[in-house]
């Protein structure tokens, strides 16, 4: 069993290829946490929530995910297991398809200094937006609405309640000139609103972005 706690959209697709026979589990990670001299400072709400991704595998290894969220849980760590996974994966993908990309071009903000900034809240929540439409479009259910999530405007407003600076993973890379995980970010969920007939302008536009930033540093 490999169990994935990357961010995005797509991630399942090349372990699926390359692993055909061993059960992926997708499991979305709902955590704030910035490292500060050598401690890991929790900003909030944690919770996990996971799903095998293949159907043909979901009843043979349901045993082996429950004991492992069972061991989360006795650390403290409440997890949850869904058959469909994907409505809570782009649930996260309201806050790291947004927030990641314009952290980057914002120079080093926080979550909570775009947020409570007006002009790149307005971003934030129209880039959320889009995110809404394609995510319902493409899973065909809501989402759940994990920390009250339920439009952009409580997103933003959620931001702004976390009580530790949250500092996004796209972000820590561009200011250690590493690739950015633009693909699951940003490419796929573009390619998927092509497909389904969505309109992204401020995903395109962030991605061009983030591009041609990471371009620059990779020279």
């Known amino acids: 069993m490999i169990m994935l706690f990357q961010n995005g959209i797509g991630i399942e697709d090349p372990f699926v290829k390359r692993f055909p026979l061993v059960p ?54 409440s997890s949850i297991i869904e058959q469909d996974i994907q409505p809570y994966r782009w649930q996260k993908h309201i806050l790291n398809g947004s927030t990641n990309p314009v952290s980057v071009i914002c120079n080093g903000a926080s979550c909570q200094q775009m947020a409570k900034n007006p002009h790149c809240r307005t971003l934030l929540e129209e880039t959320m937006a889009e995110i809404f439409v394609l995510g319902k479009k493409v899973t065909g259910r809501a989402f759940p609405g994990v920390d009250g999530i339920v439009d952009p405007e409580s997103a933003t407003s959620y931001i702004k309640s976390i009580p ?3 500092y996004t993973s796209m972000l820590v890379d561009s200011q250690c000139k590493r690739p950015m995980e633009r693909d699951v970010i940003l490419k796929n969920p573009i390619a998927l609103a092509a497909q389904h007939g969505v309109d992204v302008p401020h995903m395109k536009a962030l991605y061009a972005m983030v591009t041609m930033i990471e371009e620059g540093y990779s020279k």
């Open 164 to 166: 530790v600076p949250v």
């Open 24 to 77: 992926i589990v997708s499991t979305v990670s709902f955590v704030s946490v910035k490292h500060e001299n050598g401690v890991l400072k929790h900003g909030g709400f944690s919770m996990l929530a996971s799903g095998i991704h293949l159907p043909e595998h979901r009843l043979a290894y349901a045993d082996k995910l429950q004991f492992i969220c069972d061991v989360f849980g006795e650390q403290g760590v």
